[in-house]
């Protein structure tokens, strides 16, 4: 059974490295530790006690969003070309987790409130309470005003952070898969609107219509990604794929980076033939827009993922994937080593995992690829 303790454990071993930094992780969860390790401990035991400390409940009140069984919690290792990942000293290495908090025994609407206490209260332990205004306002332009429109909804919020002894980042993930596909892309445009600087050449208006001009005959926006760290730094637009190959994806996507079809090639072909055709939506765009300092968004996409679900297919299909990325990642002179210790850790500490997605993050070149997965353990609804 996953419980909190597991996770904790989990989190140790994980960053045995930090234990060389000044206080140590028992000196950051007891609370004597200081700056950027603190605040990241603080972060995960504040996930944790959102996802996990729930009443007990036999009625399932909305469906899991997060995985399919219904396991709250997700995962993440990214790699990045050795290159990049020989400058990196070993405690710089990021620890990434994903929760979907609140148990199945709340309405969404139950969950969607109790995510925002968990943020709202963060944000003031931090010191980050600046923040509070401008999430509100993408709240309210997200979400319905009525709870009971949110009755038949997939979801709510899913909470994240990613964290080194040098720095920490919240990360917040917004459902948007209801309503139609005009009503999705206006709320889109009134969240992003707010943050926009009316001074800056282009403006944003003219960079968010051609991107929708661009991706909308093959993509419907599923939901919207912050990034908080001090003050809001980033936006990600999540866009699912209707129905992905090879040729929908690379002309849904915008401003191509150099080797963008041959990289992403090399993925589509190798996943297809270890799983077989892209599920219907199995393929999601993040298109990221970072905000400066003044809390203005960049008009430009600063960045563009790629997320491809392996949820839908089988366990056994999905074990031979691993190796199969494995061979990628070799490809693309990225540090698969580390990835095997990931695995390996998983299976220590909750004895075994699943793959659960597979991302690749595209600036001017390939940049990394993450690999998410669901730890086992969980009882099975």
Not at 19 to 28: D, H, I, S, Y
Not at 73 to 89: G, M, T
Not at 171 to 200: H, K, T
Not at 224 to 235: A, E, K, M, P, T
Request: proline content about 6%.
């Amino acid at each position: 059974m996953i419980d909190k303790e597991k996770c904790e454990a989990f989190l140790l071993r994980r960053s045995d490295q930090w234990l060389k930094e000044k206080n140590g992780l028992e000196g950051a969860i007891d609370g004597k530790g200081d700056g950027p390790l603190k605040g990241g401990y603080l972060l995960h035991d504040a996930l944790l006690r959102a996802t996990f400390d729930v009443p007990p409940d036999d009625t399932q009140r909305r469906r899991a969003s997060l995985c399919l069984d219904g396991t709250p919690i997700v995962y993440s290792h990214k790699l990045k070309p050795q290159a990049d990942q020989l400058r990196l000293k070993a405690d710089e290495l990021p620890f990434r987790m994903l929760v979907e908090p609140g148990g199945l025994g709340i309405t969404v609407a139950e969950q969607i409130d109790r995510s925002l206490r968990t943020v709202d209260a963060l944000l003031y332990e931090l010191g980050w309470e600046s923040t509070v205004e401008d999430l509100n306002a993408v709240v309210r332009r997200v979400f319905p005003r009525r709870a009971s429109e949110l009755s038949h909804w997939l979801g709510g919020i899913w909470l994240g952070l990613d964290f080194t002894p040098q720095g920490r980042e919240l990360r917040i993930y917004l459902n948007m898969r209801y309503g139609c596909e005009l009503a999705r892309w206006q709320r889109l445009a009134d969240v992003l609107s707010w943050f926009s600087d009316p001074s800056l050449t282009p403006p944003l208006a003219g960079s968010l219509k051609s991107l929708i001009e661009h991706v909308s005959p093959y993509a419907i926006p599923v939901g919207l990604g912050l990034v908080v760290s001090q003050r809001l730094r980033n936006f990600r637009l999540y866009t699912g794929i209707q129905e992905p190959s090879l040729s929908t994806i690379m002309q849904a996507w915008p401003n191509q980076p150099k080797d963008a079809t041959r990289t992403f090639g090399h993925f589509c072909n190798a996943f297809t033939r270890a799983c077989g055709p892209f599920a219907r939506q199995s393929v999601t765009f993040g298109f990221d827009f970072a905000l400066n300092q003044e809390g203005f968004l960049h008009p430009g996409i600063s960045r563009t993922k790629l997320d491809v679900s392996c949820q839908v297919i089988s366990h056994g299909t999905a074990s031979v994937l691993l190796p199969v990325l494995r061979d990628l990642f070799d490809t693309w002179h990225m540090d698969s080593g580390s990835l095997d210790t990931f695995i390996e850790d998983l299976w220590i500490c909750f004895g075994g995992s699943s793959l659960e997605h597979v991302s690749l993050g595209f600036g001017d070149q390939l940049e990394h690829a993450t690999i998410y997965t669901k730890p086992h353990g969980f009882d099975q609804i």
